[in-house]
Nanobody, 125 residues
Framework: QVQIVESGGGLVQPGGSLRLSCKTS????????IGWFRQAPGKEREGVSC????????YYADSVKGRFTISRDDDESMVYLQMNNLKPEDTAVYYC??????????????????WGHGIQVTVSS
C-alpha cells in the first residue's frame, strides 16, 4: 500500500533552518512528481515546492524562492525540503504529496494522488 511519511519538523527560531524529509513507498516513485504543500491555521493549503520526475523541473512558491530547496533521491524514494532563513509566516503543517499527471499547475492540490499526514513546522522566538 502507498505510504508517505514526513519527518524533520519542529520548533525553530526566525532565521534558522530545518530539513524536511518525505519517505515514500508503494508506488513507482520515479514516475511521480513530488510536491510540498503547507497549511497554516485559518488559511488554505498552498503549494510550496515541487520536483518533477527525474528532477527535470523544480518549482517554488514566490514566498520561499531563494530560501527553500527541494531535492529527491530516486534510489531511496525520498524527497527533501531544505528550509533556510525561516520566517514566522512559514509556520504551518507541511505535507508531502505525489502526482502522476501533474501538468503545468504544480501547485494545484487536486492534481496530487497521494498525501502524507503532515508535520508541524513552527517558527517562533
Amino acid at each position: 500500500q502507498v505510504q508517505i511519511v514526513e519527518s524533520g519538523g519542529g520548533l525553530v527560531q526566525p532565521g534558522g533552518s530545518l530539513r524536511l524529509s518525505c519517505k515514500t513507498s508503494g508506488f513507482p516513485f520515479d514516475d511521480y512528481a513530488i510536491g510540498w504543500f503547507r497549511q497554516a491555521p485559518g488559511k488554505e493549503r498552498e503549494g510550496v515546492s515541487c520536483a518533477s520526475s527525474s528532477e527535470l523541473s523544480k518549482y517554488y512558491a514566490d514566498s520561499v524562492k531563494g530560501r527553500f530547496t527541494i531535492s529527491r533521491d530516486d534510489d531511496e524514494s525520498m524527497v527533501y525540503l531544505q528550509m533556510n532563513n525561516l520566517k514566522p509566516e512559514d509556520t504551518a503543517v507541511y505535507y508531502c504529496a505525489a502526482s502522476w499527471a501533474l501538468g503545468s499547475t504544480w501547485d494545484n492540490a487536486a492534481k496530487y494522488n497521494y498525501w502524507g499526514h503532515g508535520i508541524q513546522v513552527t517558527v517562533s522566538s
